[in-house]
């Protein structure tokens, strides 16, 4: 099993970046595609984006494309979420989340693919 603990959330402005950083432990991330998803108060948790386990393929929200950027590093096992232009709407939970694949190109975007989920990270937006 891999556990996983999301880091970086805060209070920004609406336009500045932040970077979410996820840490695993007990297996190597090498093993596992990587998901980011957040969740609105009242809201179900919903996709944001993702990046395989080759780092070769990546996917997007189309709420988030050209804004995020989804980034990992199998040696240290950690994934990163650079969020850019962050507005009021990307107020949320973040969470990362990790799904193994045979297939080392799948990226998966659907929460039922994840078995494994950190506690999540808390990320303001003021306007």
């Known amino acids: 099993q891999v556990q996983l603990v999301e880091s970086g959330g805060g209070l920004v402005q609406a336009g500045a970046s932040l970077i979410l950083s996820c840490a695993a432990s007990?297996?190597?991330?090498?093993?596992?595609?990587m998901g980011w998803f957040r969740q609105f108060p009242g809201k179900e948790r919903e996709f944001v984006g993702a990046?395989?386990?080759?780092?070769?393929?990546?996917s997007y929200a189309d709420s988030v494309k050209g804004r995020f950027t989804i980034s990992r590093d199998n040696a240290n096992n950690t994934a990163d979420l650079q969020m850019n232009s962050l507005e009021p709407e990307d107020t949320a939970v973040y969470y990362c989340a990790a799904s193994f694949y045979a297939d080392p190109a799948r990226v998966g975007t659907t929460l039922s693919e994840y078995r494994f989920w950190g506690q999540g990270t808390q990320v303001t937006v003021s306007s």
């Open positions: 007990g297996r190597t991330m090498a093993w596992y595609g």
């Open positions: 990046i395989s386990r080759s780092a070769t393929e990546r």
